[in-house]
């Protein structure tokens, strides 16, 4: 009988760590196909559905773009905290109360107009996932309160803070007793920015964000702390680096993105707040931070992969029939093997001849 | 009088399910490991244990259904995170995303259609007025208050529990004097997933007789939040989870209306869980010996020198 036995590698493998993410999405392919086959679907006819119709299809390319767009923005923040140890897992709340405040904006403004209406919803949408994620980082550096379950239970709690406004102060006079909010004004929705689209000003400051936030982690001293902390935090800690403040920076860029994404998404696709509005862009943009390695340029590449999903589930939905949970199951597999091709990165598998094996024995 | 043994008795039937999967994951992570995928598991119980008992009728058999769902999920978290020493977080995280949308693909074809509750199992004391706050629950109320006693027995007064403990605290330890300790763990995490499965089952078994994507409502999360503030004590965990129990009762009277309790906005209530999780942690931090409990090993990979 062959045998195998991993041997740690005496560095990361480069290859490795960049070949398994795609590797992973492969994977989850074949292991899609069997398995929706197994239950029943045409797998393979899901697949390309899935996978490939949201690309070869030119019509679906805007709404890859306006998808992709908030899981590159709250994915880059959560692969910079991330890197640093930070476990906020909680962007998806943080991505609400952002909107949240940008829509308080919205709604004082409305009926006015002015340039400034839109930089000042930004602005607020950032401080508001900012606050936010205040919360675990304060609790976290003060009492060392575990920052992955304050960060949830935060979201849980500012999903009711949406019901809450939308059905009391912040209920459309004119939504014939529907709970949500007003239609924003002219002023307050972000403007499209190719004619004839549903493409928004969102989708440039997505790549914007990301390709920042790679200057940022790999040219400068924040981004060097940032992965220091994370990689030895005992040498940080010789090194000067304060664990505290670092979890306290990893916090806000996090949280701060989330709630810009936030107001991105109110201004644009929905253009005022409604019970629908949480979409678990927060949760699958964790997904998308793990599958681009926690590297900003991997998130851009894994936040079109995503988006790829998602739309793709929507054409399988419509075209095969396929429930639109499949995509979720289909993300899950991705992060699955992903974790599991992780241990390629670090170790080698190696053969051991019968021979050897019986001779250690 | 009524109206107490009524709250009473409606507190036992929530924290149920958030005791039992709060016992799994306290075992869990005595064994060193922390998984986060609870919540997943206990949706994976839930949708199991629903279909089995619509197309059974069989109560039990539906529970030994979701425990079998819930412990073939954990098997994945198991195999990722003990064979192939992958990040615990992030596959915690991975099973309850995978837990979430599996559970809402199968169940798509089954929402809004009613199973029935299971009936207590005194049925004559059930009804009693004041007897029912000890006689008046289906089996899993008695089996999550057994499961406190038994955990704490096989934790304290057996060798196997000894050894467990063992591999949570030091697992290089454990492993030098001749323990497995990836052997041990696969156990804990198989037994958490069994018992977040039977958690997740009695949300349509015992409180709301259907099914209803992501029906457990982050209560996996409470659960690992409860262990936590239990110290890792059994005994603990069972204060903690009718504590929890009241405070999600106090939202339902408060919906139903009626008192002083409806003067609060019922999103608040709503909300309100989630915020006594967190307001439970700061309180339990604040105790000197709050992390001296935690198990050493507690979400690190058992990585013996090769």
Request: charged share 10%; aromatic share 10%.
């Amino acid at each position: 009988m062959m045998r195998f036995r991993l041997e740690k590698r005496p560095e990361p493998s480069k290859l490795m760590l960049y070949g398994t993410p795609v590797a992973a999405v492969v994977l989850t392919m074949i292991l899609g196909c069997l398995l929706f086959s197994a239950i029943g679907y045409n797998g393979l006819r899901a697949v390309q559905e899935i996978f490939f119709t949201p690309l070869t299809n030119p019509y679906k390319w805007q709404d890859l773009g306006i998808k992709a767009a908030p899981l590159i923005i709250i994915g880059t923040g959560l692969s910079v905290a991330y890197r640093a140890n930070v476990w906020n897992i909680g962007a998806e709340g943080q991505y609400i109360i952002g909107a949240l405040a940008a829509t308080s904006i919205a709604l004082l403004t409305w009926g006015m107009s002015g340039w400034w209406i839109l930089p000042l919803m930004a602005i607020a949408g950032m401080l508001g996932g900012m606050a936010y994620a205040s919360i675990p980082a304060f609790l976290k550096t003060r009492l060392n309160v575990n920052e992955i379950l304050t960060s949830l239970m935060l979201t849980y709690a500012s999903v009711q803070l949406i019901y809450y406004l939308i059905r009391g102060p912040w209920k459309d006079p004119m939504g014939i007793g529907f709970p949500q909010s007003r239609l924003f004004s002219e002023a307050a929705r972000l403007p499209n920015i190719i004619p004839g689209t549903i493409v928004h000003l969102g989708v440039p400051i997505a790549v914007i964000v990301a390709l920042i936030a790679w200057f940022v982690m790999s040219k400068t001293v924040f981004g060097y702390r940032m992965r220091v902390v994370g990689a030895a935090p005992h040498a940080a800690r010789y090194g000067g680096f304060s664990e505290n403040k670092t979890i306290w920076l990893a916090m806000l860029v996090s949280g701060g993105l989330a709630g810009l994404a936030g107001m991105l998404e109110v201004a644009g696709p929905f253009q005022r707040m409604v019970p629908g509005f949480p979409t678990n862009y927060g949760f699958t943009a964790i997904i998308v931070a793990f599958l681009g390695r926690l590297n900003p340029l991997g998130v851009i590449v894994a936040g079109v992969v995503l988006a790829i999903t998602f739309v793709g589930g929507q054409v399988a939905q419509t075209t095969i029939g396929l429930p639109d949970e499949a995509t979720g199951i289909f993300q899950a597999m991705m992060l699955f093997l992903l974790l599991a091709g992780d241990i390629l990165v670090r170790y080698r598998i190696r053969r051991i001849s019968p021979e050897a094996s019986a001779g250690a024995a | 009088m009524d109206l107490t043994i009524a709250i009473l008795v409606t507190v036992v039937g929530a924290s149920t399910p958030i005791l039992i999967a709060a016992l799994g994951e306290l075992v869990v992570e005595r064994s060193g490991v922390l998984n986060l995928g609870v919540e997943g598991m206990m949706l994976l119980g839930a949708i199991a244990g629903f279909v089995v008992q619509f197309h059974t009728g069989n109560h039990y058999l539906a529970l030994l259904c979701g425990a079998a769902a819930g412990m073939a999920a954990s098997l994945i978290f198991g195999f990722l995170t003990l064979s192939l020493s992958a990040n615990q977080t992030a596959t915690g995280l991975a099973l309850t995303i995978f837990g979430t949308g599996f559970s809402a693909l199968a169940g798509a074809s089954y929402s809004a259609r009613p199973v029935a509750l299971m009936s207590p199992i005194f049925p004559d004391l059930a009804t009693h007025p004041v007897l029912r706050v000890l006689f008046g629950y289906s089996f899993p109320a008695y089996f999550a208050l057994f499961m406190v006693f038994a955990i704490w027995f096989f934790l304290k007064k057996t060798r196997a529990g000894l050894i467990l403990r063992a591999v949570g605290e030091n697992d290089l330890s454990a492993h030098s004097i001749g323990y497995s300790v990836i052997q041990v763990r696969y156990f804990a995490v198989m037994f958490g997933g069994a018992m977040a499965g039977v958690a997740g089952a009695c949300f349509p078994l015992t409180l709301t007789p259907q099914w209803a994507e992501g029906m457990t409502a982050g209560r996996g999360w409470i659960a690992v939040a409860l262990v936590v503030f239990a110290s890792w004590r059994p005994f603990r965990l069972l204060g903690g989870a009718y504590l929890f129990g009241l405070v999600m009762t106090m939202e339902l009277y408060a919906k139903a209306g009626g008192g002083p309790l409806s003067a609060i906005p019922s999103e608040l209530w709503a909300a309100l869980p989630y915020i006594a999780t967190i307001a439970v942690l700061v309180l339990i931090s604040l105790r000197r010996d709050a992390s001296t409990n935690a198990p050493a090993c507690l979400g690190k990979p058992f990585m013996p020198s090769n």
